[in-house]
């Protein structure tokens, strides 16, 4: 379905890609300049056209996937995390600077530039008031086992809905959108970038702009590239978004001399069906059960602590915890009185009576899954289940076995038992260009480029190294989004 809100704004016009209406909106599209050019049609691009909008800018927002797929990884989301004092109708209490610090350095090795993560923090308390300004709705405080209620915020409709409201609202603000069309070169000259090169359908266009915001994701979407760090590895991963964010801009910008900011390996990765499909399974692919039982590798061994942390700040360490196992493969186990304690997988389970059948179900040499989840059960407390608390740590651990289950411990031994095989989803890579504190990109030589800037994704190695937090992702794209777009505008309309 095309849209149908085009106006006399020609807002997103995009009808048959080879009608004549079409090819002449686009010439009149890229004949003219532009006060900024976006590139992407997620998050932090969206963030930055209404930033720069609200300027008095001109925008325009180059997005790569046809329009019924807009909006990136953003469009999976549902959520955001932002530092609070006090609790509202759509947080349950206050969360505050020092605790989300606090939580930051808690993950992986901690923020990569402790100057730009601490803004980000700062910038986060008013990222949901703009937000709101700009066309987001909420929902009432999530309940349950994933914890979130408290820290993050969630979006009335999810990330596509939030995709949506920004869309009306960029149009209402003049922003002109091109979709099924990719920023294939940016076009540099010294310390500045003129125009960028688009392919749309068989024909090239040049946009050009006095400003550029990157907003275009990370690599994920690109195994080649992931391949060179993580090895064969890679072919064996999912990837939850779009296959659109393959780090095409980002390599353009490192040609031209950007700085890197990040590790290579850092990413997030949560562990997605196995059966799920290869790319764009979003939200609905993620299991959320390793907590609530075990997990073992294709041998039938448990090779990580299913139960370190509560579920917001721990669930993305499984993508790595699987891409270490032989053909990057785990098998997520529970039994009937974990049943209710999680979403359910997407694809049901495979069930069975005995340990032993389920293996043969999943594949797995019955023996020895029994005898894991035997010296399992022998390891947890004989009072495992009168203090097992899903809501929080219970530290309910096992005794003498490696790794060892440090919360909510309880035996496998309520039939039927379930099973599903998993793999690594990767999320998004960190590795991305390093910016300034006005978002300007970063070259080799420490110098920076004038008018060329990057939000989101592209640039979350100068915030993350390799653990992640939930909800943090909106957070980068949103604060920096709103940098990028303010600072872009301030430097075109000056
Ligand atoms: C399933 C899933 C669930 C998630 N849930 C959450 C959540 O609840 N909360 C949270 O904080 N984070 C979540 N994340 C992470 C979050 O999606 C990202 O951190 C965030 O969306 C990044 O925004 P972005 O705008 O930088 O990138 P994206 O939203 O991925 O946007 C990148 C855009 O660039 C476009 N693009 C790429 N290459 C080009 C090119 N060459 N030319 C033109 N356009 C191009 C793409 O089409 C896309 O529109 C989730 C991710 C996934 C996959």
Redesign the pocket.
């Known amino acids: 379905m095309p849209p149908r809100t085009d106006r006399s704004s020609r807002y997103a016009l995009k009808q048959d890609e080879n009608s004549a209406e079409h090819l002449e909106w686009l010439r009149e599209t890229f004949d003219q300049p532009w006060d900024i050019v976006v590139?992407?049609?997620?998050?932090?691009?969206l963030v930055s056209a209404l930033s720069a909008t609200d300027l008095g800018a001109r925008v325009l927002l180059?997005?790569?996937?046809p329009w019924s797929l807009?909006?990136?990884?953003?469009?999976?989301?549902?959520?955001?995390?932002c530092a609070h004092d006090f609790a509202d109708d759509y947080v349950t209490g206050p969360y505050t600077y020092d605790e989300l610090w606090n939580d930051l350095c808690g993950i992986g090795s901690g923020p990569s530039n402790e100057r730009l993560a601490a803004f980000t923090l700062e910038q986060s308390q008013s990222a949901p008031g703009w937000m709101s300004d700009h066309g987001v709705g909420w929902q009432p405080p999530l309940t349950g086992t994933l914890n979130l209620g408290r820290t993050n915020r969630f979006f009335l409709g999810g990330?596509k809905a939030l995709i949506n409201s920004y869309h009306r609202t960029a149009e209402r603000a003049g922003v002109r959108v091109v979709y099924d069309?990719?920023?294939?070169r940016l076009l540099v000259e010294g310390d500045r970038c003129s125009s960028v090169v688009v392919e749309s359908g068989d024909r090239e266009y040049l946009a050009k702009a006095r400003s550029v915001v990157c907003?275009?994701?990370g690599f994920e979407a690109n195994i080649e590239w992931l391949s060179r760090y993580w090895g064969s590895a890679a072919e064996n991963y999912h990837i939850?978004?779009?296959r659109?964010?393959?780090g095409?801009?980002l390599q353009q910008l490192l040609d031209a001399g950007a700085a890197t900011a990040g590790e290579e390996r850092g990413f997030?990765a949560v562990a997605v069906d196995a059966r799920s499909p290869k790319f764009d399974g979003?939200?609905a692919t993620r299991l959320d059960s390793i907590p609530f039982g075990i997990t073992v590798n294709r041998e039938g061994q448990r090779f990580a602590d299913e139960g370190e942390d509560i579920w917001p700040k721990r669930y993305a360490t499984w993508g790595a915890n699987l891409a270490g196992q032989p053909d990057q493969i785990g098998y997520t186990l529970w039994d009937h009185q974990a049943d209710e304690l999680f979403l359910p997988p997407m694809y049901g389970s495979l069930s069975a009576p005995s340990i032993s059948e389920l293996a043969v179900q999943l594949g797995l040499d019955p023996t020895v899954l029994t005898e894991t989840v035997r010296v399992f059960n022998e390891a947890t407390a004989p009072d495992a289940r009168t203090r097992f608390s899903p809501a929080g740590l219970d530290g309910v651990t096992t005794a003498g076995i490696l790794p060892p289950k440090t919360n909510w411990a309880l035996p496998l031994d309520k039939p039927p038992f379930h099973g599903v095989p998993v793999r690594p989803g990767i999320?998004?890579t960190y590795m991305g260009v390093a910016v300034d504190e006005s978002a300007r990109i970063v070259r080799q030589d420490g110098s920076r480029f004038e008018n060329v800037f990057a939000?989101?994704?592209?640039m979350?190695g100068n915030i993350l190294t390799t653990g992640y937090l939930?909800?943090?992702?909106?957070?980068?794209?949103t604060v920096w989004g709103r940098v990028a777009g303010r600072e872009a505008a301030q430097l075109a309309t000056s």
Do not use: K
Request: proline letters at 2%; charged letters at 15%.
């Open positions: 590139i992407g049609g997620g998050n932090a691009a180059i997005e790569r996937s807009r909006g990136g990884n953003s469009r999976h989301t549902r959520n955001i995390r990330g069309a990719t920023v294939t907003a275009s994701g939850r978004g779009p659109y964010n393959d095409l801009v997030h979003g939200i999320t998004f939000a989101g994704e592209i979350s939930a909800g943090f992702g909106m957070t980068i794209g």
